[in-house]
């Protein structure tokens, strides 16, 4: 089973994408896997999101596997191949996610996720806004996100 998310089409291009039939509202078939297609030739919007459920013999398709994109062996060469073996599942996943492979990504997760616990939560807050509140007081950043500097 592959977590997923939708994504929108200008992002297709940095995931591994689904090509799938759809089971039901949630879970696909997964028929094959794109690592990182250009978005005319994505089968879907469905994103691999680096969560797996995998049965055992992915280890020996792995060992196997010849290098792929970027010269590197990949996860998703090997779960096409164990599609063929196997049923593959994506479960289409609901919620927040934090791509933390992403540099914005992982910012907004440490925040986030700091500002939920109760034991750094005060102390971040009131260092975050000494670092915001100088700059929206000088206008450097307006409330449309564009910065002024």
């Known amino acids: 089973i592959l977590g997923t998310q939708e994504v929108p089409l200008s992002q297709v291009s940095r995931y591994g994408i689904v090509e799938g039939v759809s089971v039901n509202e949630k879970v696909y078939r997964v028929e094959g896997l794109v690592e990182k297609p250009p978005v005319d030739q994505a089968p879907s919007q469905m ?4 969560r797996y459920i995998i049965e055992p013999e992915i280890f020996a ?27 593959v599942y994506a ?7 934090y791509d933390v492979g992403d540099k914005e990504g992982f910012l907004e997760a440490t925040v986030e996720l700091a500002l939920k616990r109760p ?4 102390e971040f807050l009131r260092y975050l806004m000494c670092k915001i509140g100088p700059l929206l007081q000088k ?3 307006n409330r449309k996100g564009k910065d002024n500097l």
């Open 119 to 122: 034991d750094l939560r005060d």
């Open 91 to 97: 479960y289409c996943f609901d919620g927040r996610r």
């Open 139 to 141: 206008g450097i950043y």
């Open 61 to 87: 398709i792995l060992v196997e596997q010849e290098p792929g994109s970027g010269g590197e062996i990949q996860l998703t060469d090997g779960l096409n191949k164990l599609a063929k073996l196997k049923p």
């Open 47 to 50: 994103a691999v999101l680096g």
